[in-house]
């Protein structure tokens, strides 16, 4: 495994739309990705998957106990990425952060990484809150590097700053370190300047500015990423952009 990528925001922000474009993108230069869902409303890979929702870990843990396979709870989506869902307990009983980490015990027991050898997997991490089950992929050694999906927005911004702080926490330990910022822009006044400035409270740089565009309603709409349904979208050059840095961001840390 090459690359192990955490993907953190706050709810609603368009993390996971980021994500599996992202994943699609990578996907589209020939690299084998898996892409973890780890939020118990499971919809990470939907877009990857033809708009169905996947079987999660937590549910066939629950179904099928010892029996467990593999191919129960990884599923192969457009452009062979590895779709995964954590999946999460029943709204309001139980812990959500516990539920990503008995998904991330059980990929493990059956060697999943090793049976499938993605050259990179991305964890697609809620990152309303750092704590528990959610800080798994940072402090537990899963995630080597991490990216935050912002706006402008003043709530948006500020889960992206105690994000940050977390992971400064961890890396002083030798775990993940903050790559940078996906400005996923929501046509708020001033935004990018905004952002700028906000990156020098945060201690991190903007990786990627994603527009606005109509085009990821639309390719949603229809169940997928924009490289699958919208053939001339330019959103997809922008999600190229992003893979390329993430890419290139290796060298830099080498």
Do not use: W
């Amino acid at each position: 495994m090459k690359r192990k990528i955490a993907i953190y925001g706050k709810g609603g922000i368009g993390k996971s739309t980021t994500t599996s474009n992202l994943s699609a993108a990578l996907a589209g230069k020939n690299y084998r990705v898996m892409q973890i869902g780890c939020d118990p409303k499971a919809d990470s890979t939907k877009n990857l998957m033809g708009g169905r929702r996947i079987p999660t870990v937590l549910e066939q843990i629950k179904e099928k106990g010892e029996d467990i396979r593999l191919e129960d709870i990884v599923f192969e989506g457009y452009g062979g990425v590895l779709c995964v869902e954590s999946g999460g307990p029943t709204p309001g009983v139980g812990c959500a952060g516990r539920g990503i980490i008995s998904a991330f015990e059980q990929l493990e027991s059956l060697h999943a990484f090793q049976v499938y050898e993605p050259d990179i997997v991305i964890y697609d991490v809620l990152g309303d809150v750092v704590c528990g089950g959610f800080a798994m992929p940072i402090r537990g050694g899963y995630a080597r590097e991490v990216y935050i999906v912002s706006s402008g927005e003043m709530m948006s911004l500020y889960a992206a700053n105690n994000i940050a702080t977390a992971i400064r926490g961890f890396g002083r330990r030798g775990y993940a370190r903050l790559q940078g910022l996906i400005l996923n822009a929501k046509n708020i006044e001033n935004e990018e300047a905004i952002v700028n400035e906000a990156l020098k409270e945060i201690g991190t740089q903007m990786v990627q500015y994603v527009p606005r565009s109509p085009d990821i309603q639309a390719a949603e709409a229809k169940g997928g990423t924009v490289f699958e349904t919208l053939e001339d979208s330019p959103m997809k050059e922008v999600y190229n952009a992003l893979a390329d840095k993430i890419l290139a961001m290796e060298e830099r840390n080498e």
